[in-house]
């Protein structure tokens, strides 16, 4: 195995994001020969016997580490989880009502998409108070052909800790920013979907986990690419799947199972949120806008006494080598994201880092 001879930072991004070294060095020996094949990965045939064999891995590894029962489809597909926001209800909608619970940015965006293949029912929203807590009660619709929820809002940072209770139809998920960051019983949901590059790997694959009589149930009017029961019955290929993307995303399968699957990453995970959570409670320098109970243990979000000393802190702290802590656009602040890859010491770096800066500013 190649050793990586370029000094690498910490990578705070919020996505695409960190991946683990290890993939880093598989993959980057197979970008000249999968295997002995002596064809690099992003130049196999999708239809030929070595990439076949990469997805069917590809396959094979998300369902033992998601524990995917033969009642699910796996399907790898392109256009994003913002695809999904339009796939979904062009499937399953049908001039019906889906019931949609409003937490941040990105189910916003999944609401506005799903509008025009039927009626939304907002059955909870956090908008009134800037998406800093998660909505416990929500009132769903009798016979909703769905509903749909955003199980960590990678922008506010808040996570569900569990699924909403009560739902009246089949769940849908938008799990991108924290699939397979911690068990999950697939059983309760008909759909979970993920765009890969933030817990997975790059970006160019999402990976769609569905029911499939759910999928059997699904418009057929629609184009074919976007049809779920096209795609499983073309197995991710009714046209030329992203190869490269899916052969990573096996690798980063391949890792979690090597790391105690799941229940090993949710270890991992919580450890490396409550040191980043006990710093932020620490003193009143650092501001946390979100519900104690409704935090997210993927994207870390907090502030400072100004805007001048946020600027301040992402400057040196990206000197220090800790990278991609600002803020999105649009809420402002800090935001560091401790995806999976994110190791341990990248986070307890960090805090040391900013005790030190409290240390200086406070
Ligand atoms: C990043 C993100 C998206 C958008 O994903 P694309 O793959 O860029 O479409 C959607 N939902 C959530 C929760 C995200 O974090």
Redesign the pocket.
Known sequence: MTTLQVPRKFNFS??PAVLPLEVLQETSEALFSLGKTGIGVMEHSHRGKPFVAVLAEAEALAREVMGISSDYAVLFLQ???????IQVPMNLLQGGTADYLET????E??IKEAKRYGTVNIASTSKAENHTFIPKTHKFTAGSKFTHF??????FGTQFRGEPTGALSPLVV?????ICSKPIDVSKYGIIY?????NLGP?GV?LVVIRKDLAEQGAKDIPQLFQYGEQIKNESCYNTCPTFSIYVVSRVFAWIKRNGGLAGMAAHNEAKAKVLYDCLDSSDFWKTPVAKEDRSLM?VVFRLPSEELEEKLIKEATAAGFDGLKGHRSVGGLRASIYNAMPKEGVTGLVSFMKEFEAKNG
Do not use: C, E, L
């Open positions: 919020a996505g256009g994003g989880a913002s695809q999904q926001f941040g940015v990105w189910s965006k999944a955003t199980s960590n809002n990678t922008i938008d799990a991108s920013s924290d993920a765009g890969a590059q933030k970006a999402t994207n």
